[in-house]
């Protein structure tokens, strides 16, 4: 007697069915994701409409006298100096490029690249960094402070006029 194949609507095909849907919708959810991140990550932050890109730090509150924070969206670190002012230094090295942490012990960025070092108001301290790590515009309004990333001062030195004072 021939073996009778197995039909279409019978419980195990079905079954089978339903776990192959299952899985290809799975894979389709996963694919939307990847999608998703790519293509938020490659997209260009909107900018205002003066060009700018605006980075909302917060309320001047947040920031104690003598602190740095870290802000890698904006790729830079909002400095409150001891006596209130504020700086944006970017977290490039003028040297070669590297990503400069702050190290809080040391109370200096230190480039892990060539040891250049910056002090708090992003001075070279320690060559063979060039200059100064560049700045950005700091503003403060309605007591929010507020770092415009669109473009980087370039500066050779430290000078007191570009510490924002509120």
Same mark, same amino acid.
């Given at each position: 007697?021939?073996?009778?194949?197995?039909?279409?609507? +019978?419980?195990?095909? #079905? $079954?089978?069915?339903?776990?192959?849907?299952?899985?290809? %919708? !799975?894979?389709?959810?996963?694919?939307?994701?990847? /999608?998703?991140?790519?293509? =938020?990550?490659? $997209?260009?932050?909107?900018?205002?409409?003066?060009? #700018?890109?605006?980075? /909302?730090?917060?309320?001047?509150?947040?920031?104690? *006298?003598? &602190?740095?924070?870290?802000?890698?969206?904006?790729?830079?670190?909002?400095?409150? !100096?001891?006596? %209130?002012?504020?700086?944006?230094?970017?977290?490039? @090295?003028?040297?070669? %490029?590297?990503? /400069? *942490?702050?190290?809080? +012990?040391?109370?200096?960025?230190?480039?892990? @690249?060539?040891? #250049?070092?910056?002090?708090?108001? %992003?001075?070279?301290?320690?060559?063979?960094? *060039?200059?100064? !790590? =560049? !700045?950005?515009?700091? $503003?403060?309004?309605?007591?929010? /402070?507020?770092?415009?990333?669109? +473009?980087?001062?370039?500066?050779?030195?430290?000078?007191?006029?570009?510490?924002?004072? &509120?």
């Amino acid at each position: 007697m021939p073996a009778q194949a197995a039909r279409p609507d +019978t419980p195990a095909s #079905s $079954r089978r069915s339903f776990l192959w849907k299952t899985w290809l %919708g !799975l894979a389709a959810v996963a694919a939307a994701e990847v /999608v998703w991140v790519v293509v =938020d990550f490659v $997209r260009p932050r909107k900018a205002q409409a003066d060009g #700018s890109m605006i980075v /909302v730090a917060g309320p001047i509150e947040r920031f104690e *006298p003598g &602190t740095v924070t870290a802000f890698p969206q904006g790729k830079f670190y909002l400095v409150r !100096l001891d006596d %209130g002012g504020f700086l944006a230094v970017s977290r490039e @090295c003028t040297h070669l %490029g590297c990503t /400069v *942490p702050w190290v809080e +012990t040391e109370r200096q960025f230190v480039c892990p @690249c060539h040891s #250049s070092a910056f002090d708090i108001r %992003g001075d070279v301290v320690n060559p063979p960094a *060039p200059r100064a !790590l =560049d !700045l950005y515009e700091v $503003r403060v309004e309605n007591r929010v /402070v507020k770092v415009n990333t669109a +473009t980087a001062e370039r500066r050779a030195t430290f000078e007191p006029g570009q510490v924002l004072r &509120t």
